[in-house]
């Protein structure tokens, strides 16, 4: 018998009889556990078509708290596509008026909207907690970057993508395939990671239109949705072609060459009390005179040139060199890759202890 929604899990903000009435529906479902929804965290990278449906989605399921992050601005050819944009919207952050329609949509819901690109805007502490984290990029180039970043701290990864008539689904779990093991070697060296030697990011080359992007947004959150419930869900590609009226799963082999299974080592983390809000000076304290503490983006005036951040000014904030927020800041010694750690920021507002 499915759960009924409890007290205990809901929204402080939520009168209780309101919430319970709102996933009356959900408690019929088998296997349906709404208080799992509810003090769940689901991070969603890009806020377009795929990711304002799959946000929706969530959102009204029931799932408490959705990171959104994007660094683009609404426009107008986004209103016959995302889900949660008006005209009104346009020129605004896509991740801040997406937070605000499903804060308008699902009142309780903590909707965080992060206007950057996925390194400034989501930490890798935040992706290793998430409860999922789904891709709904554009590009090879950005569903390479985050790989890279799910896979150092060991967050499973659900990703979705469209082509005009069609779309495709890929559930990660840490340890199996990533999406970079399907690449070939050059596709893997397009990384946009503003600090990579990267190639030219490949921008999207075709579009789909809102009702496929839809399609798959909802295949993405009933796998996501299963995976929060802890019901079977295999590792693999689901590739939904609606042209043909079928779907189908195909296995994705990890590959022992690909470049993108680095992992850091739970044990090389240290928590501390600074946020990103918080100076580099307060970080740079705790930091030995032969180590040097490391931005995942290059910062400078006027042209960002370093990530070292004794090169900033000491009052500057990190959130200001475009650190995100519980990043892990890598701290290494030139010459004894052994010693290399990572200090763990702070969520801002709570110091880590
Ligand atoms: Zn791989």
Known sequence: MADRPSARALPDELP???AVTRYRRHAEIPGWHQDALTEATAVVIGVGALGTETARLLAQAGVGRLVLCDPDDVDE??????????????????AEAAAAALTALVPGLRAEARHAELSAGVGLAELRSADLVLSCLDSIAARVSLTRRCTLVGAGL?????HPWGGEVRHYVPGGACFGCGLTPAERETADDPWSCARPVAAASHGASAPVSALTAAWLTTTALRVLFGLPEPAGITRVEPVSGT???LAAERDPDCPLHERIAPGSVSRTPVAAGGRVGELLALVAADEIALGWNPFGTPLPTTIRLRDAAPDATLASLRVAPRELIPVVVPGDPARTRY???AAEGEGNR
């Open 158 to 162: 659900l990703d979705a993508g469209t």
């Open 343 to 345: 200090l763990e920021l």
């Open 77 to 94: 050819s986004n209103l016959s596509r995302g889900a949660l944009f008006t005209p009104a919207d346009v020129g605004r952050p896509k």
């Open 247 to 249: 779907a189908y799963r």
């Open 16 to 18: 209780q009889e309101e």
